[in-house]
Protein backbone atom coordinates (compact mmCIF):
# COMPACT_ATOMS: atom_id res chain seq x y z
CA UNK A 1 0.00 0.00 0.00
CA UNK A 2 1.87 3.41 -1.40
CA UNK A 3 1.64 6.33 1.44
CA UNK A 4 -1.61 8.67 1.29
CA UNK A 5 -1.89 11.79 3.69
CA UNK A 6 -5.75 12.56 4.49
CA UNK A 7 -6.25 15.85 6.54
CA UNK A 8 -8.66 15.97 9.26
CA UNK A 9 -11.65 17.92 8.97
CA UNK A 10 -9.83 20.73 11.36
CA UNK A 11 -7.55 23.66 10.61
CA UNK A 12 -4.27 21.40 11.34
CA UNK A 13 -3.87 17.40 11.94
CA UNK A 14 -3.18 14.69 8.95
CA UNK A 15 -3.06 11.14 9.22
CA UNK A 16 -0.95 8.99 6.91
CA UNK A 17 -2.06 5.87 6.30
CA UNK A 18 0.15 3.15 4.70
CA UNK A 19 3.10 3.24 6.52
CA UNK A 20 4.75 0.59 8.86
CA UNK A 21 6.82 2.91 11.33
CA UNK A 22 8.55 -0.60 12.43
CA UNK A 23 10.30 -0.80 9.13
CA UNK A 24 13.25 1.45 7.96
CA UNK A 25 11.69 4.67 5.73
CA UNK A 26 13.20 4.75 2.38
CA UNK A 27 14.35 8.97 1.81
CA UNK A 28 11.59 9.70 -0.27
CA UNK A 29 9.10 8.08 2.02
CA UNK A 30 10.65 9.84 5.07
CA UNK A 31 10.69 13.47 2.75
CA UNK A 32 7.05 13.14 2.10
CA UNK A 33 6.26 12.50 6.14
CA UNK A 34 8.43 15.67 6.60
CA UNK A 35 6.75 17.79 4.48
CA UNK A 36 2.94 16.88 5.79
CA UNK A 37 4.38 17.04 9.17
CA UNK A 38 5.60 20.74 8.59
CA UNK A 39 2.34 21.55 6.54
CA UNK A 40 -0.03 20.28 9.20
CA UNK A 41 1.26 20.39 12.45
CA UNK A 42 0.27 17.23 13.76
CA UNK A 43 0.51 14.03 11.52
CA UNK A 44 -0.36 10.34 13.36
CA UNK A 45 -0.31 6.93 11.63
CA UNK A 46 -3.08 4.52 13.32
CA UNK A 47 -2.42 0.57 13.87
CA UNK A 48 1.03 0.74 14.76
CA UNK A 49 3.36 -1.65 16.40
CA UNK A 50 6.67 -0.54 17.26
CA UNK A 51 9.75 -1.11 19.81
CA UNK A 52 11.34 1.43 22.06
CA UNK A 53 14.63 1.22 19.65
CA UNK A 54 11.86 1.83 16.42
CA UNK A 55 10.68 5.14 18.15
CA UNK A 56 13.80 6.36 18.67
CA UNK A 57 15.43 5.95 15.52
CA UNK A 58 12.06 7.53 13.97
CA UNK A 59 12.68 10.19 15.88
CA UNK A 60 16.33 10.85 15.04
CA UNK A 61 15.21 11.04 11.85
CA UNK A 62 13.84 14.92 12.26
CA UNK A 63 16.03 15.47 14.57
CA UNK A 64 18.73 14.67 17.99
CA UNK A 65 16.73 13.39 20.53
CA UNK A 66 15.98 15.98 23.23
CA UNK A 67 16.02 15.02 26.86
CA UNK A 68 13.81 16.37 29.64
CA UNK A 69 13.40 16.15 33.21
CA UNK A 70 10.65 14.08 33.27
CA UNK A 71 12.96 11.59 31.12
CA UNK A 72 15.17 11.97 34.15
CA UNK A 73 12.47 10.36 36.40
CA UNK A 74 10.56 8.15 34.31
CA UNK A 75 12.10 6.24 31.18
CA UNK A 76 11.97 3.12 29.39
CA UNK A 77 14.53 0.67 30.88
CA UNK A 78 17.67 0.51 28.71
CA UNK A 79 16.13 3.91 26.44
CA UNK A 80 16.82 6.94 28.24
CA UNK A 81 15.16 8.45 25.49
CA UNK A 82 11.40 7.81 26.06
CA UNK A 83 9.71 9.51 28.73
CA UNK A 84 6.83 7.06 30.00
CA UNK A 85 3.68 8.79 30.10
CA UNK A 86 1.26 6.84 32.57
CA UNK A 87 -1.35 7.21 35.41
CA UNK A 88 -0.55 3.60 36.19
CA UNK A 89 1.22 2.32 39.58
CA UNK A 90 2.55 -0.81 40.44
CA UNK A 91 3.26 -1.72 44.31
CA UNK A 92 2.34 1.63 45.20
CA UNK A 93 4.67 3.59 42.89
CA UNK A 94 4.24 5.69 39.75
CA UNK A 95 5.43 3.88 36.42
CA UNK A 96 5.49 7.15 34.40
CA UNK A 97 4.72 10.79 34.48
CA UNK A 98 0.98 11.03 35.39
CA UNK A 99 -1.05 14.52 34.45
CA UNK A 100 1.32 15.50 31.90
CA UNK A 101 0.76 18.32 30.02
CA UNK A 102 -2.96 19.63 31.14
CA UNK A 103 -2.49 23.09 30.31
CA UNK A 104 -1.95 24.71 26.96
CA UNK A 105 1.48 24.61 26.49
CA UNK A 106 4.29 24.30 23.91
CA UNK A 107 7.04 21.93 24.74
CA UNK A 108 10.20 23.16 26.85
CA UNK A 109 9.47 27.11 25.41
CA UNK A 110 11.38 27.97 28.82
CA UNK A 111 14.80 26.57 27.35
CA UNK A 112 16.84 28.81 24.73
CA UNK A 113 16.26 26.30 22.14
CA UNK A 114 12.81 24.43 22.26
CA UNK A 115 12.63 21.40 20.51
CA UNK A 116 11.25 21.09 17.18
CA UNK A 117 8.57 18.37 18.40
CA UNK A 118 7.65 15.63 20.09
CA UNK A 119 6.52 11.71 19.19
CA UNK A 120 3.79 9.83 21.24
CA UNK A 121 3.11 6.28 20.79
CA UNK A 122 -0.20 5.31 22.15
CA UNK A 123 0.48 1.54 23.74
CA UNK A 124 -3.13 1.67 26.12
CA UNK A 125 -5.58 4.14 26.09
CA UNK A 126 -8.02 4.49 28.77
CA UNK A 127 -11.91 4.00 27.94
CA UNK A 128 -15.54 3.61 30.04
CA UNK A 129 -18.32 2.45 28.21
CA UNK A 130 -17.01 1.74 25.15
CA UNK A 131 -15.47 5.40 24.74
CA UNK A 132 -11.75 6.47 24.85
CA UNK A 133 -11.01 9.17 27.48
CA UNK A 134 -7.19 10.64 27.86
CA UNK A 135 -8.14 12.67 24.33
CA UNK A 136 -5.24 15.23 23.57
CA UNK A 137 -6.15 18.76 21.82
CA UNK A 138 -3.89 20.83 19.63
CA UNK A 139 -4.13 24.82 18.77
CA UNK A 140 -2.59 26.14 15.69
CA UNK A 141 -0.80 28.93 16.53
CA UNK A 142 -0.10 29.44 12.88
CA UNK A 143 -3.94 30.26 11.82
CA UNK A 144 -4.25 32.27 15.19
CA UNK A 145 -1.60 34.21 13.98
CA UNK A 146 -3.35 34.38 10.25
CA UNK A 147 -7.05 35.28 11.69
CA UNK A 148 -5.23 38.72 14.23
CA UNK A 149 -6.54 41.93 12.45
CA UNK A 150 -3.17 43.49 10.86
CA UNK A 151 -3.06 46.24 13.61
CA UNK A 152 -2.71 43.54 16.10
CA UNK A 153 0.11 41.98 14.24
CA UNK A 154 1.92 45.04 14.19
CA UNK A 155 2.12 45.82 17.15
CA UNK A 156 2.87 42.22 17.93
CA UNK A 157 5.85 41.91 15.28
CA UNK A 158 9.28 42.31 17.04
CA UNK A 159 8.37 42.05 20.89
CA UNK A 160 9.47 39.41 23.22
CA UNK A 161 8.03 37.57 25.79
CA UNK A 162 9.80 36.56 28.95
CA UNK A 163 9.40 32.82 29.75
CA UNK A 164 9.98 31.26 33.01
CA UNK A 165 10.56 27.51 34.10
CA UNK A 166 9.05 28.32 37.65
CA UNK A 167 5.96 30.01 36.15
CA UNK A 168 3.85 26.71 35.44
CA UNK A 169 2.50 24.46 37.48
CA UNK A 170 4.13 20.88 36.83
CA UNK A 171 2.93 17.54 37.21
CA UNK A 172 6.07 16.93 39.45
CA UNK A 173 7.34 19.69 41.63
CA UNK A 174 11.00 21.03 40.39
CA UNK A 175 13.98 20.66 42.51
CA UNK A 176 16.08 23.41 43.02
CA UNK A 177 18.79 22.09 40.48
CA UNK A 178 16.16 22.00 37.89
CA UNK A 179 15.49 25.38 38.52
CA UNK A 180 18.92 26.58 38.04
CA UNK A 181 19.43 24.77 34.93
CA UNK A 182 16.78 26.40 33.29
CA UNK A 183 16.92 30.48 34.01
CA UNK A 184 13.96 32.91 32.30
CA UNK A 185 14.69 33.14 28.81
CA UNK A 186 13.19 35.52 26.00
CA UNK A 187 11.25 34.14 22.52
CA UNK A 188 9.46 36.80 20.24
CA UNK A 189 6.14 36.49 20.04
CA UNK A 190 5.95 36.00 16.55
CA UNK A 191 7.56 32.92 15.35
CA UNK A 192 8.57 32.07 11.84
CA UNK A 193 8.14 28.06 11.56
CA UNK A 194 11.68 27.55 9.97
CA UNK A 195 11.03 25.18 7.02
CA UNK A 196 7.80 26.53 6.09
CA UNK A 197 8.22 30.63 7.02
CA UNK A 198 4.36 30.71 8.13
CA UNK A 199 4.24 33.24 11.04
CA UNK A 200 2.99 31.16 14.50
CA UNK A 201 2.27 32.96 17.89
CA UNK A 202 4.35 31.82 20.31
CA UNK A 203 2.92 32.73 23.69
CA UNK A 204 0.94 30.88 26.62
CA UNK A 205 -0.25 31.81 29.92
CA UNK A 206 1.65 30.19 33.08
CA UNK A 207 5.49 29.92 30.92
CA UNK A 208 5.07 33.19 29.37
CA UNK A 209 5.22 35.92 32.56
CA UNK A 210 6.50 39.16 31.01
CA UNK A 211 6.72 40.92 27.60
CA UNK A 212 9.87 42.86 27.40
CA UNK A 213 9.22 46.78 27.80
CA UNK A 214 5.89 46.44 28.72
CA UNK A 215 4.50 47.30 32.30
CA UNK A 216 3.42 43.76 34.01
CA UNK A 217 -0.26 44.39 33.72
CA UNK A 218 -0.22 45.33 30.24
CA UNK A 219 1.85 42.28 29.90
CA UNK A 220 -0.31 39.89 31.73
CA UNK A 221 -3.57 40.65 29.70
CA UNK A 222 -2.04 40.74 26.46
CA UNK A 223 -0.57 37.28 27.24
CA UNK A 224 -4.03 36.27 28.31
CA UNK A 225 -5.89 37.02 25.00
CA UNK A 226 -3.20 35.97 23.12
CA UNK A 227 -3.36 32.70 24.97
CA UNK A 228 -7.27 32.44 24.67
CA UNK A 229 -7.36 33.70 21.09
CA UNK A 230 -4.94 30.66 20.15
CA UNK A 231 -7.29 28.11 21.35
CA UNK A 232 -10.75 29.03 20.31
CA UNK A 233 -12.49 25.98 18.89
CA UNK A 234 -11.89 27.31 15.60
CA UNK A 235 -8.07 26.28 15.73
CA UNK A 236 -8.13 23.35 17.54
CA UNK A 237 -7.64 19.92 16.40
CA UNK A 238 -8.64 16.90 19.01
CA UNK A 239 -7.75 13.35 18.61
CA UNK A 240 -9.19 10.69 20.31
CA UNK A 241 -6.56 7.91 20.64
CA UNK A 242 -6.41 4.36 19.89
CA UNK A 243 -3.92 2.12 20.74
CA UNK A 244 -0.97 1.65 18.20
CA UNK A 245 -1.69 5.52 17.56
CA UNK A 246 1.71 7.10 16.28
CA UNK A 247 1.35 11.23 16.80
CA UNK A 248 3.92 14.01 16.17
CA UNK A 249 3.32 17.73 16.68
CA UNK A 250 5.15 20.38 15.42
CA UNK A 251 6.07 22.83 18.80
CA UNK A 252 6.31 26.17 16.74
CA UNK A 253 2.74 25.23 14.77
CA UNK A 254 1.14 24.04 17.33
CA UNK A 255 0.03 23.94 21.07
CA UNK A 256 -1.26 21.36 23.14
CA UNK A 257 -3.05 19.74 25.92
CA UNK A 258 -3.82 16.62 27.57
CA UNK A 259 -7.72 15.87 28.60
CA UNK A 260 -7.46 14.49 32.18
CA UNK A 261 -10.98 13.08 32.34
CA UNK A 262 -9.98 9.33 33.35
CA UNK A 263 -8.53 7.99 36.33
CA UNK A 264 -7.74 4.39 37.56
CA UNK A 265 -8.87 1.16 36.61
CA UNK A 266 -8.80 3.38 33.03
CA UNK A 267 -5.13 2.98 32.42
CA UNK A 268 -3.17 5.23 29.71
CA UNK A 269 0.21 4.64 29.07
CA UNK A 270 1.99 6.28 25.99
CA UNK A 271 5.87 6.36 25.15
CA UNK A 272 7.48 10.60 24.20
CA UNK A 273 10.36 11.00 22.34
CA UNK A 274 11.35 14.55 21.57
CA UNK A 275 13.73 16.02 18.98
CA UNK A 276 15.59 18.48 19.26
CA UNK A 277 15.24 22.16 17.90
CA UNK A 278 16.49 25.51 17.10
CA UNK A 279 16.71 28.92 18.42
CA UNK A 280 13.33 30.36 17.40
CA UNK A 281 13.15 33.45 14.99
C1 LIG B 1 2.34 16.23 26.83
O1 LIG B 1 2.08 17.41 26.99
O2 LIG B 1 3.42 15.86 26.39
C2 LIG B 1 1.31 15.17 27.18
C3 LIG B 1 0.36 14.91 26.07
C4 LIG B 1 -0.55 13.76 26.37
O3 LIG B 1 -0.25 12.94 27.24
O4 LIG B 1 -1.59 13.65 25.72
Redesign the pocket.
Known amino acids: MSMKVVPTAAVLGAEIAGVDLSRALDDPTFAAIERAYNEYGVIFFRGQSITPAQQVAFTRRFGEIEFNIFGERWSVQGNPEIVV?SNVTEGGRPTGVRR??ERW?S?MCYTARPPRG?V?YAIEVPELHGLSL?D?EFASAAAAWDALPDAMKRALEGRRAVFDFRGRKRALTPTQEEIDRNPPVRHPIVRTHPSTGRKCLYVMRDDCTGIEGMEPDEAEALIAALADHIVKPAFVYRHQWRPGDVLMWDNCTVQ?R?IQDYDMPQRRL?H?TTMGGAVPA
Open positions: LAGHDTLGTHAMR
